[in-house]
C-alpha cells in the first residue's frame, strides 16, 4: 500500500469539495459558465477511489457513482453553456435522483475517510463523522420541497434563509478544514 498514493488521492478529494461547494459563474448573455464545474470534483472523486480503497476496501464501492455523477454534472454543465434550461420541466426526476446519488457519495465517502483516520489513530475521524451527520442531514433538508410546507411570511423565509446560509457557510468551511488537514495529518504520519 503505497501511501504517497493515498496522499494525493486525499489531496484529489479535498479539491474536489472545491468543485463540489463553490461555484464561480461566467455569465455571457442567456448563457453561464461555472468556472468550477461539479464534473471536475467528481471527476476527481473517481480517481482518488482507486488509491483510496487499496486502505478502505469499501471506497471501490463508489467509483460507479462518482462516474454517473461526473458524467451528469458535464452533460449540464454543457447544456448551461449553451443557455438551456435545466431547472425546471421533465428535469426535475433526474436532478432529484442525482441528488440522492450525490447525498450518499459524500455519506460514504466521509464514512471511508473517518475509518482510514481510525486506522491510523486520527483524533480527526471523529470530526469526520460529526461532519458527515451535519452535512447529509442539511443536504436532505434543503432538498425537501420547503414552498408547499411553509406558509407564506416574509420574515419566516429570511429567518430560514439566513440560518440556510450560515449552516451553509459552516459545512463549506468545516468540510475543507477536515479534508485538506486529513491529508496533512496522513503525510506527516508518513516523515
Known amino acids: 500500500m503505497n501511501r504517497d498514493a493515498l496522499c494525493k488521492a486525499l ?3 479535498a479539491w474536489a469539495s472545491v468543485f463540489l461547494y463553490l461555484d464561480v459563474n461566467l455569465n455571457m448573455g442567456s448563457a453561464s459558465i461555472n468556472l468550477l464545474p461539479e464534473w ?3 471527476a476527481l472523486i473517481f480517481g482518488a477511489l482507486k488509491p483510496l480503497a487499496e486502505w478502505v476496501r469499501s471506497a471501490r464501492l463508489l467509483r460507479p457513482l462518482s ?3 461526473m ?3 458535464l452533460a449540464l454543465w454543457l447544456l ?4 438551456l434550461d435545466t431547472q425546471s420541466g421533465w428535469w426535475y426526476l433526474p436532478q432529484i435522483v442525482a441528488s440522492l446519488i450525490s447525498i450518499y457519495l459524500w455519506f460514504q465517502l466521509l464514512t471511508n475517510l473517518a475509518e482510514l483516520a481510525a486506522g491510523f489513530g486520527l483524533a480527526r475521524e471523529r470530526s469526520l463523522r460529526r461532519l458527515r451527520n451535519f452535512s447529509t442531514v442539511l443536504q436532505t433538508l434543503m432538498y425537501l420541497p420547503w414552498d408547499y410546507v411553509l406558509p407564506e ?3 419566516l423565509l429570511t429567518a430560514i434563509g439566513a440560518a440556510a446560509l450560515i449552516a451553509g457557510l459552516t459545512v463549506i468551511i ?3 478544514s477536515a479534508l485538506f488537514g486529513l ?3 496522513v503525510r506527516s504520519l508518513e516523515e
Open 174 to 176: 468545516w468540510t475543507f
Open 80 to 83: 448551461a453553456m449553451l443557455g
Open 71 to 73: 458524467w451528469w454534472t
Open 67 to 69: 462516474d454517473v455523477l
Open 183 to 185: 491529508r496533512r495529518d
Open 40 to 42: 471536475a470534483g467528481y
Open 11 to 13: 489531496g484529489q478529494i
Open 153 to 155: 411570511s416574509e420574515e
